[in-house]
């Protein structure tokens, strides 16, 4: 119950809506009026203090920490403890800012742990995140630092958070108490259950260690160098092996596990292998006569433009330009599809003269329009106005 996630029954990325929901629920089932224990109760409030206030429960992620001090070394200034810090990368381009929102508080869940956290030893499991890039991310590279606060165990203290410790008082250096306890008429029940004034630890804090001042841990700046070359893909991920913070849960901290992801919704370009693709409309008169494409939002960054004059096309039609695509791993590029959409043609019948100018183009034969009566003519107005609309 020491756990201020467990106290609540949420989980550690549970919402601030979550946290609200199950603090209502489990406040109601353990109100003293009606019949529920104090200290749970109480204790309940207290996890529920912690983890609605953003500030105090990012402390509480990182450090296992309840005090209400904002001073300490948890938040760094601006109480953020997070940025992206857009640096230049190997491509002379600058990095990308982007969410923090998303990272935060994850790559840490646990850091520091509770207080009574199960031991569990070996390594920490390992923490995924996304990292939301652009497509010209991917098509150029793109060097970013990843900076957040990193707990790791106090050297001066290994971690016990202590400079001198006594032997527990109360279980004699035991680390667990055994009570006799009348369960019963005559029936006597042993129990062995672990010292609650040392904390199964068998020995107490005599002095507090001044190198992390009882807090086990020390946070330090700490940037992870994310390097995007080009011919990555979407979903590559990155590994940073025990970057993690430290824990008391396990002896060696967990491996921080990046995944690219594509994070560019407004960007029109689809993206699959190393081909792009896009849709484009022209007009009818373009779709006979040739036309030009400036194909915005391409990730070369230059909005290259795409000319055709290779005859008329139908609606639908996919013209391909070669080496528009995205960088391959092994040089080169894809190609970019564009597939093209014809706006609706003119509506109205042509005249005389213009059918006679099409037909010398066209060949075929002109409807002779001057013989139409003029009932029909808007008939066949409005029969195509309703087949367009
Ligand atoms: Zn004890
Ligand atoms: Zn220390």
Redesign the pocket.
């Known amino acids: 119950m020491s756990d201020l996630y467990e106290r609540l029954g949420v989980s550690r990325d549970a919402s601030t809506e979550e946290i609200r929901r199950a603090y209502k629920d489990a406040a109601r089932t353990h109100h003293p009026d009606r019949g529920g224990d104090t200290e749970t109760f109480k204790k309940i409030q207290e996890a529920h203090e912690i983890l609605s206030d953003d500030d105090r429960r990012k402390m509480y992620d990182m450090t296992g920490s309840t005090s209400n001090d904002q001073s300490g070394q948890a938040t760094t200034a601006g109480g953020f403890p997070f940025s992206f810090m857009g640096g230049m990368g190997p491509f002379g381009m600058p990095g990308v800012a982007f969410d923090m929102g998303d990272i935060f508080g994850n790559i840490f869940g646990g850091g520091g742990g509770p207080k009574k956290a199960q031991r569990r030893g070996g390594r920490g499991p390992a923490k995924h995140h996304d990292i939301g890039l652009k497509l010209s991310d991917f098509y150029k590279g793109a060097e970013i630092k990843l900076k957040f606060n990193q707990a790791r165990k ?10 001198s410790t006594e032997p527990c008082g109360q279980c004699g250096g035991q680390g667990m108490k055994i009570q006799m306890r009348q369960i019963g008429p005559g029936m006597i029940a042993q129990t062995r259950a672990p010292c609650d004034a040392c904390e199964g630890e068998g020995k107490r804090t005599m002095r507090v ?8 841990f ?1 946070e330090r700046e700490k940037a992870l160098e994310i390097r995007i070359t080009p011919g990555m893909k979407e979903g590559e991920k990155l590994t940073f092996a025990g970057e993690c913070s430290d824990t008391l849960e396990y002896d060696e901290p967990g491996d921080v596990v990046l995944t690219l992801r594509r994070a560019d919704e407004e960007n029109p370009f689809v993206w699959k292998d190393a081909d792009l693709y896009i849709s484009k409309t022209v007009s009818y008169a373009e779709s006979v006569l040739g036309f030009t494409v400036t194909l915005d939002g391409h990730p070369n960054g230059q909005a290259p433009r795409f000319v055709w004059n290779g005859g008329p096309l139908i609606h639908g039609a996919v013209l391909e330009m070669k080496g528009g695509g995205m960088p391959k791993v092994g040089g080169g590029y894809g190609n970019c599809f564009i597939q093209i959409q014809i706006s609706p043609p003119p509506t109205k019948p042509w005249t005389p003269e213009e059918a006679a100018r099409l037909q010398s183009v066209l060949g075929g034969t002109a409807a002779n329009f001057e013989k139409v009566p003029t009932l029909d003519l808007a008939f066949a107005d409005s029969q195509m106005s309703s087949l367009l609309f």
């Open positions: 106090c050297l001066d203290c290994k971690g016990t958070g202590a400079e260690c001044r190198g992390c001042h009882g807090k086990k020390n």
